[in-house]
């Protein structure tokens, strides 16, 4: 079976009967035919007709009556009528859930989620030093708890801290890991120029694991050109690359907690990006 609209034909997938909210009130809808490739929801005038509903016009608005009893309204709006159903009707799942975002717009939680489950001592800070326009005043609240946090941060006992090398100014030292495939020399080779230039410093030593992408003959020749010393963490160690480690855990975290809460699993690549733009702007 096939839908046609304005001459593009849509392969119809399901039917069946549908329920949706208007102000509180459902409204059954029979015979739906489903087609993942449109992106609105139509409604038939006169199927609608044809199950005894009534129409009143007027004032760029339709009114749809059952039984003597308002439905819902459409107004006109670009040469079609649009109705605007609840978004969270009585048994809503989670995805229908995560489109209607509901809080009080000074609530540390509220805001807690509108950043993708970032730190909220680091939420707190952000709003504290006023450096994201139009994030208000946030104070802290007793008994904060997140659930979705506790469910989805779980992590391992710490290791113990050990002696190792530790930056002490900027450029000392560049601690690098790379998921993917990525063009590791040429972005390191912008990202030391230009930062050399801007601070006025010499990068002296970079830190990464030993994978293939860290231990090219290219890349060696580069260190040995700018003279920069290249730390290599053990084998099956990576937490002495633990900077590294840990930004790639927090932004883990955070997309896990994301997902895990609103339901929608396939927006992985749209979970890391809110994780790190979480973490680019809470300090």
Known sequence: ???????????IEGKGDAKIWFNGHECSLRNVLFSSKLRKNLMSGPMLDQNGLKFISENRQIKVYAENKLSFKANLEQGLYYAYPDIEPKYASRVEKTFKIEGKPNDLMTWHGRFGHANVDYILKTSRLDAVRG????????????????????KRVSFQSIECTRSKAPLNLLQCDVWGPAN???????????????????????????????????LNDLFVERG??????????????????????????????????????????????LSLWSKSYTH
């Open 228 to 273: 920069i010393k290249h730390d290599r963490t053990n084998i099956y160690t990576r937490h002495q690359n633990g900077a590294t480690e840990r930004l790639n855990r927090t932004v883990i975290d955070g997309a896990r907690t994301v997902l895990s809460e609103s339901g929608l699993d396939s927006f992985r690549p749209e979970a890391v990006l």
């Open 184 to 218: 590791v020399i040429d972005t390191l080779t912008r990202f030391m120029i230009r930062d050399e230039r801007q601070l006025g410093l010499k990068v002296k030593a970079f830190r990464s694991d030993i994978g293939g992408e860290f231990i090219a003959n290219i």
């Open 135 to 154: 994030l208000p005043n946030l104070k802290r609240q007793l008994n904060f708890e997140c659930e979705p946090c506790k469910l989805n941060r779980y």
């Open 1 to 11: 079976m096939v839908l046609a609209v304005n001459g593009v034909e849509f392969p």
